[in-house]
């Protein structure tokens, strides 16, 4: 298939708000690929190809960019296959060799196919294609049930792979993909609730369980043999001695835990967040020591759990890892529940899960039988520059930068901001229409890409809290920032200060 049929497809979909359309479109393009196309391009439609990231950022891509072809002419394999030769350059070898196959590739692209290309290479590719979507879309092109398709999905971990069965091959080799110990599975996911006592009113009887601020973590054991993988499916066993040595030593042959690890300082108390994921990004030799929590297990020697009642799942766990086990309650009581979560608010957590106890595991799902509850901070920050937006929001300014007041000139003039995150969460189009046209109002300079706005507007920002940074200049980050909503009754005078921001570091 050439490359511009998938191209046009993702114009598509990220140019129509209907479901409906996006799925139609999807499955049009997937009856239409061959076999070996399918991974690929499943791949290229969710932004995330095969091969991931390959080693190429901004310059590279620049500096391949040449004029684009007439005539549209790379087909889908042409782009599998450079990022396959860019993947195995990653790690070596002269980066004159990675340019050349950039230039090869580019010079054969037409315009929209470069923009495509450098947008998948840099990982900053939004079709709409969400997985949700494209899983019926696979489902509809290869005439097999949702249903089927989403649990193959889920239980390989593998969109590609399942979309490949869907379409080439029978439902009984669909039906058939189950779990595999070594093999990571898409995570259970949570709903939100904005107390524990309207989340256990949900959900009912429910196991009330501390929502630690650490990195979600899947951990598998066949013998001797431990691997670990993120939340995204990716393999950090190396990074994580730790973690390997615990799960090494429970009374199992073989099992598949679900959990959360995290670094404790000298009191016992969970430092921030960003302790913890720099050990996923830099070598297991830190001194940050990190811990693993259980909170759920799948398989336990030769015996699936993922369709198994929580209260079984519950009663595994406590028998296989009861010195690991996130602290939690079974209660239907409102106010126990409220309690639990007051414990781990105190204990310096996040908020608590509550889960229904009669739940079975539905990998890769964000149904209502798990329910977060964490506490929600909104500051009053000032827009310091918008982006245009892609997709969708093609001619809309779209991604907020955001800056706190730094009333003491620490970063610059007294009374002046410092920027501490970005963020197009939360926008309607309304909202996109309104600062499409007042931005350029109160424009002070501009780049191809972003518009700098005179200081002025305030924005309600809604955060989960915020992280040590050496991004930005003020040291802390926002961490899931989403817009709330526009303060015209406030001036930028008023705004939250970057002091304000890093006493959360402290809290």
């Given amino acids: ?60 891509i620049g500096g391949a960019m040449g004029d684009a072809a007439d005539a549209a002419s790379l087909t889908v394999s042409d782009l599998d296959a450079a990022l396959d030769d860019l993947a195995s350059r990653a790690g070596g070898g002269p980066a004159s060799e990675r340019a050349a196959t950039l230039r090869a590739l580019t010079a054969r692209a037409t315009d929209r196919e470069q923009d495509f290309i450098a947008r998948v290479i840099l990982g900053e590719l939004r079709t709409g294609a969400l997985e949700g979507v494209l899983l019926d879309a696979v489902a509809r092109a290869a005439d097999r049930s949702v249903a089927s398709v989403r649990r193959a999905a889920m239980l390989s971990g593998d969109l590609g792979a399942t979309a490949r069965i869907a379409l080439t ?60 993988f993120t939340r995204n499916l990716a393999d950090i066993t190396h990074r994580l001695p730790e973690v390997v040595d615990v799960v090494r030593s429970l ?24 302790d913890t994921m720099a050990r996923f990004g830099a070598d297991a030799s830190r001194e940050a020591v990190l811990h693993p929590w259980f909170f759920d297990v799948l398989h336990v020697d030769g015996r699936d759990l993922i369709d198994e009642p929580l209260s079984a799942r519950l009663a595994e766990l406590e ?33 608590v899960v509550v889960k229904a106890i009669d739940s079975t595991y539905a990998a ?48 610059g003039d007294p009374g002046g901001f410092v920027m501490v995150g970005k963020t197009f969460k939360g926008l309607t189009d309304d909202l996109l229409r309104w ?42 980050a926002l961490r899931f920032a989403r817009v709330k909503r ?17 006493a959360l570091l402290r809290g």
């Fill in 435 to 476: 600062q499409t046209e007042r931005f350029p109002e109160i424009e002070v300079r501009r780049t191809a890409n972003t518009v700098w706005v005179a200081p002025v507007t305030v924005v309600e920002i809604a955060i989960d809290g915020v992280q040590r940074s050496s991004r930005y200049p003020g040291g802390v």
């Fill in 251 to 274: 009374p199992v042959r073989d099992a598949i835990l679900d959990g959360e690890t995290l670094s404790l300082d000298e009191s016992g108390a969970p430092r921030p967040f960003q």
């Fill in 364 to 411: 890769g799902r964000r149904g209502s039988s798990w329910v977060k509850v964490k506490p929600v901070h909104t500051y009053d920050l000032v827009v310091l520059a918008c982006e245009w937006g892609s997709g969708r929001r093609t001619g809309w300014l779209s991604n907020l930068h955001l800056g706190a007041r730094d009333p003491d000139g620490e970063f």
């Fill in 169 to 228: 091959g029978s439902a009984a080799e669909l039906d058939a993909v189950g779990l595999v110990v070594g093999r990571p599975v898409l995570p259970m996911l949570a709903a939100t609730a904005p107390t524990a006592a309207d989340a256990v009113g949900q959900t009912g009887e429910a196991s009330v369980e501390f929502k630690l601020d650490g990195a979600r973590i899947q951990a598998h054991r066949h013998g001797d043999e431990v691997r670990v």
């Fill in 486 to 502: 526009y303060r015209d009754d406030k001036d930028a005078g008023e705004a939250d200060t970057i002091g304000t921001l890093r």
């Fill in 1 to 60: 298939m050439l490359l511009d049929e998938l191209v046009t497809t993702t114009e598509a979909v990220a140019s129509t708000r209907s479901r409906l359309a996006k799925v139609a479109a999807l499955a049009d393009l997937l009856a239409r690929l061959e076999a070996d196309e399918i991974a690929p391009a499943v791949g290229f439609l969710t932004g995330r190809p095969r091969q991931g990231r390959v080693g190429v950022g901004w310059r590279g």
């Fill in 319 to 351: 028998r296989v890892a009861p010195d690991h086990r996130i602290p939690g309650v079974v209660t239907a009581d409102a106010a126990i529940a409220e309690q639990v979560s007051r414990d781990a608010l105190a204990a310096g957590h996040e908020g």
